[in-house]
């Protein structure tokens, strides 16, 4: 089935340490995103990719990085630099074009915790 | 990008309509208006949208008002599995970014 796939759905790391969540689609999407939520809050934009070797920064990019060398991959690093990186990170996918008509699809997320 | 304003949370009884609004007043004229829902501990899902014309699909309605200034989704007959917070977003024609505000959180009594 299509679909875009988050792993791990837990993820527990010492302070200090980098962590890479996995996000994985196979949609056909040019468009991919990572999302941050932390709780009883909305989801705030952290990178987005329009194409494979291209993302921009996103609002809350700050201690964050990303890589796309695959159309299907967009994995996401919460480095030691990002200073409260507890949070549910969220990936996504869209088709770009469409002129705003096109809906997004997200993964379910993962719940990292840093300790 | 075009703000939005939700109410923070709202109340339905089982299999009564439910009627969430979105005030989206500063939103361009070639915005497509998005809702997306989000169950506890899951990731968004798509729910529907629309550009001028209310639209139907199997979830939901949404009603846009002719200024566009406002929308409202609709759900038909509220039944457990919507509690979740609907989310309302303005997307314009270029760039890809999808902003979510805080939504409003449906609660649905049984």
């Known amino acids: 089935d299509g679909g875009i796939t988050q792993s791990p759905k837990y993820l527990f790391r010492k302070e200090g340490q980098n962590v890479t969540l996995s996000c994985e689609q196979n949609?056909?999407?040019?468009?991919m995103y990572w999302y941050r939520q932390d709780p009883g809050q909305g989801l705030r934009l952290i990178y987005y990719s329009q194409i494979v070797n291209d993302f921009q920064k996103g609002d809350i990019a700050e201690g964050y990085s990303v890589s796309r060398e695959k159309k299907e991959s967009f994995p996401l690093t919460v480095t030691s630099a990002q200073k409260n990186p507890t949070a549910f990170y969220l990936c996504?996918?869209?088709?770009?074009?469409?002129?705003?008509?096109?809906?997004?699809?997200f993964g379910q997320g993962t719940r990292l915790t840093v300790v | 990008d075009a703000k939005t304003t939700q109410p923070n949370s709202m109340e339905s009884n089982e299999e009564e309509p439910v009627h969430l609004p979105c005030n989206h007043s500063t939103i361009s004229g070639t915005d497509y208006i998005h809702w997306y829902r989000q169950l506890p501990s899951q990731g968004p899902e798509y729910v529907i949208h629309g550009l001028t014309s209310n639209v139907n699909n199997r979830m939901a309605s949404l009603a846009i008002a002719e200024d566009r200034k406002s929308s409202t989704l609709i759900l038909h007959r509220a039944t457990l599995r919507d509690a979740a917070v609907y989310y309302c977003?303005?997307?314009?024609?270029?760039?890809?970014?999808?902003?979510f505000g805080t939504g409003t959180s449906l609660t649905v009594i049984p």
């Open positions: 996504a996918s869209s088709t770009t074009g469409g002129r705003g008509n096109t809906e997004a699809f």
């Open positions: 977003i303005p997307r314009p024609p270029t760039g890809n970014q999808f902003y």
């Open positions: 949609l056909n999407h040019d468009a």
